[in-house]
C-alpha cells in the first residue's frame, strides 16, 4: 500500500494520499480540492528527532498560515472584548 506524496500547483500544500489496492478516489488537495497535482518523489520512512522537530516546526507555521485559525483568533479576540464591555462598571 503505497503512501503517495503530493504538492498542489494551485496552493502549494504538501500532502500524503494512501493509494489502496480498492480505492476507486482519485488525490485532491485537502486544503482546496484541486486535482492539479504535482507527484513528489518519496523517500523511505526515516525518523529521526531533528525530522520530528522538523515536521512539527512545518505543521505549525501551516497551522498559523491557515484561514481557519486567523479566522478563530479574530472570533477569540472578539468574544474577549465583548466580555471585557459587558463586565466592565460604567461610571
Do not use: W
Given at each position: 500500500m503505497p503512501i503517495l506524496e503530493y504538492a498542489c500547483k494551485a496552493c502549494g500544500r504538501r500532502f500524503e494520499f494512501l493509494k489502496l489496492p480498492t480505492t476507486t478516489t482519485v488525490a485532491a488537495c485537502p486544503d482546496c480540492q484541486s486535482g492539479d497535482?504535482?507527484?513528489?518523489?518519496?523517500?523511505?520512512?526515516?525518523?529521526?528527532?531533528?525530522?520530528?522537530?522538523?515536521?512539527?516546526?512545518?505543521a505549525r507555521r501551516q497551522l498559523k498560515a491557515s484561514r481557519d485559525y486567523k479566522d478563530?483568533?479574530?472570533?477569540?479576540?472578539?468574544?474577549?472584548?465583548?466580555?471585557?464591555?459587558?463586565?466592565?462598571?460604567?461610571?
Amino acid at each position: 500500500m503505497p503512501i503517495l506524496e503530493y504538492a498542489c500547483k494551485a496552493c502549494g500544500r504538501r500532502f500524503e494520499f494512501l493509494k489502496l489496492p480498492t480505492t476507486t478516489t482519485v488525490a485532491a488537495c485537502p486544503d482546496c480540492q484541486s486535482g492539479d497535482l504535482e507527484r513528489l518523489v518519496s523517500g523511505f520512512a526515516v525518523n529521526s528527532p531533528e525530522l520530528s522537530k522538523a515536521r512539527v516546526k512545518d505543521a505549525r507555521r501551516q497551522l498559523k498560515a491557515s484561514r481557519d485559525y486567523k479566522d478563530k483568533k479574530v472570533a477569540e479576540a472578539e468574544y474577549i472584548q465583548e466580555h471585557i464591555r459587558e463586565h466592565t462598571p460604567e461610571d
